[in-house]
Every structure is written in C-alpha cells, then in structure tokens.
C-alpha cells in the first residue's frame, strides 16, 4: 500500500529517557514533515527535510533531532523526555516543498510519565 | 501569530443536513487547504483552493475563499453519519516559506 507509515503507534516512557519515532514514505515525495498534536488538537509544525535537507526548523528544544537518512526516511529522535513532551506526533509528506497537499501518517501517541 | 482559526469549535447535526465552517487566518497566503481527521487517525487532505479563486466544488464538499477578509468555508451538503470527525483548514503562504500552518479544527458530530 502506497502510504506514510510511522512507528511505533504508541510509546509510553518515563521522564529522561530517549526515545526514537520513525517514519518512512513510499509514495516518491520529496518532502516530509513532523507536527506535533496537542490535547487541545492544535498542529504545530516542528521540522521539514527536501530531499534530505532541513529546510523548516521551528522553535523546538534541541532536545529534538530529525534524521533524514534518505528521502523516503524522517525519523525524529527525542532525548531527555519531559512530560510536556507528551502529544501525537504526526509524520507527513508532499510531492514538493511547496506543500500543496499533504499525506500524513496515522500518529505516534509519546506519553511521558 | 497562529493563522487558520476555525469556527464553530464544534458542531452537531442531523443526517441529511448541511455543515458549514469556518477559518479565518492572518496573512497573505498562496493556498488554502481542508483537511479532515477522524479519531485517532492522521489527517486526510480534502481539497485545496489557490488564492486566486473564490470558490471550489469536491462532490458534497464546497469551499470558498474571501481574501479581502482573509476567510475562508468549507460545507458539507447531506451530511452522513461517517462524515463525523475533525475537520481543519491550513494556510500555505507565499514566498519561500512552504509550511502549512493549521488552525485549532472544528469537530463535527453527524448524528444518524
């Protein structure tokens, strides 16, 4: 199936700890995203990546590190978990960094306890 | 600033009938973008309409955009039950800057 698939769909950890979230897209685009999810449902983005290069950084703890090993990967890695920290963190891509119309994936739910 | 407010928060209706929404957002854009969420789920890209445009039709889906208000609706004609969800506009400005900025969502219930 032809989608933007994010892993895992759950995580649940404990203050401190690092944890990784990755993503992966089969669909050719060039760009992708992470957002992260509220529990007020408001989306923020955090990083893009073209074609494996950081194009958007928004005002993010660098406690929050994007890889893009290639162009169909973006994983995000988060050290130091923080409670605040917990959210859905949503995957996307678009053909091109022009964004017209995204396809994102189904969510990691990170809980920080 | 945050662009991409919606309006209703939330919004209950019966089977059959219309939904109607709104999003208002701050600056110039080159886009305008619906998306809808279900529960639990990632967002689904519903239809886009360029700035130039006024209005834009998508089977029961009808957007329009005023950028003299910087606003924008997306209706929804003979809701189904499965039409429920979140549903949330996005802003893509112009220049070099491509990101999609995203409003707070409006959840609509459909009621069978």
Redesign the interface.
Known sequence: DTA?SQTPKYLVTQMGNDKSIKCEQNLGHDTMYW?KQDS??????MF?YNNKELI?NETVPNRFSPKSPDKAHLNLHINSLELGDSAVY?C?SSQD???????????TRLTVV | SQQGEEDPQALSIQEGENATMNCSYKTSI??L?W?R?NS??????LI?ILSNEREKHSGRLRVTLDTSKKSSSLLITASRAADTA?Y?CAS?SGGS??????G??TLLTVNP
């Open positions: 933007v957002y007020k449902k408001f989306l923020k983005i893009s958007i949503f996307a960094n022009r964004g017209d119309g995204y396809t994102f994936g189904s969510g | 080159n886009n973008q998306y969420q639990g789920r990632g967002l689904v890209h886009l979140s949330f893509r800057n491509y990101k999609l900025t995203f707070k969502g």
